[in-house]
Each structure stands twice: as structure tokens, then as C-alpha cells.
């Protein structure tokens, strides 16, 4: 049997340290108050999955959901202000 093996080094990917970037972790940081705030919506709809809202059910529901948008705009928000200050 013949071995048959990649003639060109770009062919075979790189070996990966596993570790991500500086600019991975900044990243993660600018998002991390998005990240927390679908945590807690995830964590109010999980809890009231078994059960009957009650009012105050769909009160932190709609709470959490207008801090994960809350959240979302500021990010947009800082996004934007930082892209069109790069740009000036």
C-alpha cells in the first residue's frame, strides 16, 4: 500500500494552542452584559416552563426581555459610536 500524504505545508492545518486571542477575550468583554442578560432570561423562562404564569411570572419575563434588548442597543450603540469615531 502507497502512502499518499499532503504535498503542500497549506494544505494541513495548523496545530491550535486552544487558547483564544486577546481580541477573542475583548470581544467577549464588550458582550459579556448581552451574554448575562440572555442568561437571565433563560433562566426566568426555564422556571416558568412548569407551571401557570402568574403575573408576577410574566412580569420578570417581560423584564428580562427588556434588559436583554436594553443590552443589545448598548452594544449597538458603542459599536457604532466606536466605527464612526475609527473613521474620523
Known amino acids: ?7 503542500q ?4 492545518a495548523p496545530a491550535l494552542d486552544g487558547e483564544p486571542s486577546a481580541a477573542e477575550l475583548d470581544a467577549i468583554e464588550r458582550e459579556m452584559p448581552v451574554i448575562q ?7 426566568v423562562q426555564i ?6 404564569p ?6 420578570r419575563l ?5 434588559k436583554v434588548l436594553t443590552a443589545r442597543r448598548d452594544l449597538t450603540n458603542r459599536a457604532a459610536v466606536a466605527q464612526a469615531g475609527g473613521a474620523a
Open 9 to 12: 505545508a497549506v494544505v494541513t
Open 54 to 59: 402568574s403575573e408576577l411570572g410574566v412580569q
Open 37 to 43: 442578560a440572555e442568561v437571565e432570561l433563560l433562566d
Open 47 to 52: 422556571s416558568l416552563l412548569d407551571q401557570t
Open 1 to 7: 500500500m502507497k502512502y499518499i500524504g499532503a504535498v
Open 62 to 66: 417581560r423584564r428580562a426581555r427588556r
